[in-house]
């Protein structure tokens, strides 16, 4: 694949959160230590967070909650002096996803899509301290505010999704009936979407937010849960019934890739620019 490009249409970063602030300077130990070069420490209102990439080049933050601890000494400190760091610890375990950012070049129609289509309507705008001019859309709901941070760009690139790139944002609703309701409303006005797909595990259903962002929305049921035990769960290739004839191909295939992914490590993409939820200057 082409490497992506960030834009409309193909997202900025993924934010994951770990619980403890000092596990960042942990992360940021870590990571240096096995070639990965990260950004930060970064305030980010009630957050600290650093930033690095995945070993394909999709930008990604780890975000922890600023309890009140992290004066500007402290993090001058913790980051200027990193701990030594032999393993993950159970500490430093990334325990929730805590937002995705695109881009909209019309916050206003982004917030009334969400708010209209997706029922979301907790929502906040704040300037984007990275970047003057530019603002941030948050949405989400009461229990999950700003799940997602729309970077609000007057002028922003086409964006092109390849390697390295943000595909979809994917998000969850209760069961069928919630999301026949979003279904009817999108057909109501006719968005395009894909109807409702069955992916065994959960259904799924796909569009576009009106930047052209590709959106899912799947269900909790039938539950990954539907075909073998929890406590098992990721220990074995399991397949859905229409793809179990295909198993010997896949199962080969899968090793092949294996075998012949040399990765680039250490990667060679560019490092993340500073500070990193801006825009990269345009040529
Ligand atoms: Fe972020």
Request: aromatic content about 8%; glycine content about 8%.
């Amino acid at each position: 694949m082409r490497p992506g490009r960030v834009g409309l249409g193909s997202p900025h970063h993924l934010s994951y959160t770990t619980r403890k602030l000092d596990s960042l300077p942990k992360w940021a130990s870590w990571l240096e230590q096995k070639g990965v070069s990260v950004v930060g420490p970064f305030v980010r209102d009630n957050r600290v967070s650093i930033y690095l990439r995945d070993p394909d080049g999709v930008t990604v933050e780890i975000t922890a909650l600023n309890e009140g601890e992290a004066s500007k000494r402290y993090l001058d400190e913790s980051f200027g002096n990193l701990p030594s760091v032999n393993s993950i610890t159970s500490g430093m375990k990334l325990t929730t996803f805590h937002h995705a950012s695109p881009l909209t070049y019309d916050p206003e129609t982004t917030a009334k899509f969400f708010d209209k289509f997706l029922g979301l309507t907790s929502m906040f705008t704040i300037p984007n301290p990275d970047q003057k001019g530019i603002n941030i859309l948050g949405i989400g709901s009461k229990e999950r505010p700003g799940f997602l941070r729309y970077l609000a760009v007057p002028r922003p690139p086409e964006g092109y999704v390849g390697e390295g790139s943000i595909h979809h944002i994917a998000m969850v609703v209760e069961d069928d009936d919630a999301q026949q309701k979003i279904l009817k409303r999108l057909n109501e006005v006719g968005i395009e979407n894909s109807g409702i797909i069955d992916r065994f595990w959960f259904h799924s259903l796909y569009f576009r937010d009106p930047d052209g962002n590709l959106l899912e929305i799947a269900t909790k049921n039938p539950g990954y849960a539907v075909d073998e035990s929890p406590e098992k769960l990721g220990t074995t290739l399991v397949l859905p019934k229409w793809l179990e004839p295909r198993r010997v191909e896949i199962e080969s295939a899968l090793k092949l890739t294996d075998a012949n992914n040399h990765g680039r490590w250490p990667p060679d993409y560019p490092n993340v620019h500073s500070p990193p939820e801006s825009m990269p200057r345009q040529r």
